[in-house]
């Protein structure tokens, strides 16, 4: 069963530059699209960006783009979110989900990815 794996979460301050990753020890991640998403307290669950199997096709949302860049290494087993000039909107719990089916046009619906990590923590502090 895949299992995702999600460290790299931290408090950062104002502008800070944390790269959460998500792996999936003993799964092979490169034949799934990829998405992070975030969901701060009192707020639902949200798309932050999207990376196709291949990595040829990566999508962000409004408030992150510019900021954000998601990036995959297949031989790795790993994606990555960069995150840089961090506000302190930007603090929620970040998670990563994977699917084979997902499509750039389902990027952000949650409800199309079946395999879910436990979740980062990123704290933006002023």
């Known amino acids: 069963q895949l299992q995702l794996a999600e460290p790299g979460g931290a408090l950062v301050q104002l502008g800070g530059s944390p790269r959460p990753s998500c792996a999936a020890p003993?799964?092979?991640?490169?034949?799934?699209?990829i998405a992070w998403f975030c969901q701060a307290p009192g707020k639902e669950r949200e798309g932050v960006s999207y990376?196709?199997?291949?990595?040829?096709?990566?999508d962000y949302a409004d408030s992150v783009k510019g900021r954000f860049t998601i990036s995959r290494d297949n031989a790795k087993n790993t994606v990555y979110l960069q995150m840089n000039s961090l506000k302190p909107e930007d603090t929620a719990v970040y998670y990563c989900a994977a699917d084979s089916w997902v499509t750039e046009d389902e990027a952000f619906f949650s409800g199309e990815y079946n395999y879910w990590g436990q979740g980062t923590q990123v704290t933006v502090s002023s």
């Open positions: 003993g799964f092979t991640l490169g034949y799934n699209a």
């Open positions: 990376i196709s199997s291949s990595g040829g096709s990566t």
